[in-house]
């Protein structure tokens, strides 16, 4: 498939999770609406016909007690048992107003039972109060009692049909209830297995969409970093993973001529350092032997007609040969600093003290001409070139001696644990270096005096920043003395002391 002709992967996955989520809408919807029908049959059921059917037995008590009442009266002829009677009456107006509320006029009975209520009222409650009343309890006939019993049976009837048919609807109800709770109950069910198939469907389709196009191409990635250059990257899937191949497969290209580019400037740089090589050769044979012939014969004249030839003469022979002798140092200087980090010797552990040590030794004559003073204490170890790592204590001792003040020099020699670094600092209280020079003094060949006034080819610090490097530290003009000058540099802690200090620290302590 054609690059053009590839679906994103963001709009294919709009689509179906679009999809996905309309059929989710579809299944709560119909949750909502079963749920709703759930509640409406629950209401019919509990909030009505359960208080129907209880209005319904109110509405025969209450016919009930009429009759009871009139029965009582019709006997003794005393109104308190004709209270029920007349109460009777008002219940029963409520009950049948309260059953047509809750459920309406079930098929017509509660007209019914109110019209042969008063039918009975009439024909025969009514007429036998009244005789009782005029005539006393036993006035009524047996051909009247029959009469009311036969009117209040039919009552009877209609309120035995209430019941039944406010039971059936209480049964339909319940069905209805019960049919409601399985349809939510199976909805719910199949909404989960929805959701469920919904995500892991998209689980599926996010794995096989990005994760694995993503995965695949991740790993050809890895295999360029590892340093397979030459291998092109192939992605597969949707539209960005392939815009991301080929974006990373243009990177790797870049990289592949830059390290063609990097290649043949390292041929052109090992040329180079072999020209210098040769250069270096030549400087330090067949340039050094005719200077020695000059410096040697300017010498020679120097003796032989020092004092014969007027002053100009011995001033200009005098020129010659400090001009010869200077050359020679800044060749021997020049061919010193070109060996840092050329020539390589086997590092050992240098023991920084006696370093120091052997440098005072050698410097004792300066220093008991100028009266100076050093003070080193608790040197450590490190790993290098001790030659080298002489050199550096070396000059910074030597310019500490040269560049003293109006009082006799003190030189301080610290070291401090700094990580994995030991950082080292050389204190004197000389005529000190201003800071704008900070950088400038570790340029080779760069003086802050004249030549005269101080000795020196100006590439001793120039050496000391290339020694320090080259040991895999870094060294600094600390600008925030109030006298002197200080140096500070870093040298890495000694492998082996770090691996000591590994082994003291996984040791348990009791």
Known sequence: MKLSERLPAS????????????????????TVIALDSLA??????IDRIAPAERRAKDLSRALLDQETGLRGYVLTGEMEFLKPYLDGQSDEVQAAKDVRDLVGDVNGRVQRIEDLAREWRAQYAEPTVAGVRQSGPVSTTSQDNDRGKALFDQ??????????????????????????????LWLVIGVGILLVAVIGGLSLLLHRLLITPLSELAEQVRQVASGDFEHEIDAHGPLETVMLGEDVDAMRRRIVQELATLDAAKSELQRSNSELEQFAYVASHDLQEPLRKVASFCQLLQRRYGGRLDDRADQYIEFAVDGA????????????????????RERTIVDIGDVVRHLVDSFSERIEETNAQVVAENLPCVRGEASLLSAVFQNLI?????????????????AERDGDMWKFSVHDNGIGIEPEYAERIFIIFQRLHPKDAYPGTGIGLAMCRKIVEYHGGTIWLKTDVETGTTFEFTLPVAEEELAAEEELAEVPHE
């Open 155 to 184: 009552v009877r009837t209609e309120l035995d049909g209430l019941q039944a048919d406010i039971g059936r609807l209480g049964a339909d109800a319940r069905d209805d209830v019960n049919h409601a709770s399985a349809v939510v």
């Open 325 to 344: 002798k200077r050359m020679q140092g800044l060749i021997n200087d020049l061919l010193a600093f070109s060996r840092v980090g050329r020539i390589t």
């Open 11 to 30: 709009r294919l996955l709009i689509v179906i999770v679009t999809i996905l989520l309309a059929m989710t809408a579809v299944a709560i919807a119909s």
């Open 398 to 414: 030597s310019n500490a001696l040269k560049f003293r003040g109006s009082v006799d020099p003190v030189i301080n020699i610290e």
């Open 40 to 45: 409406g049959a629950r209401e019919q059921s």
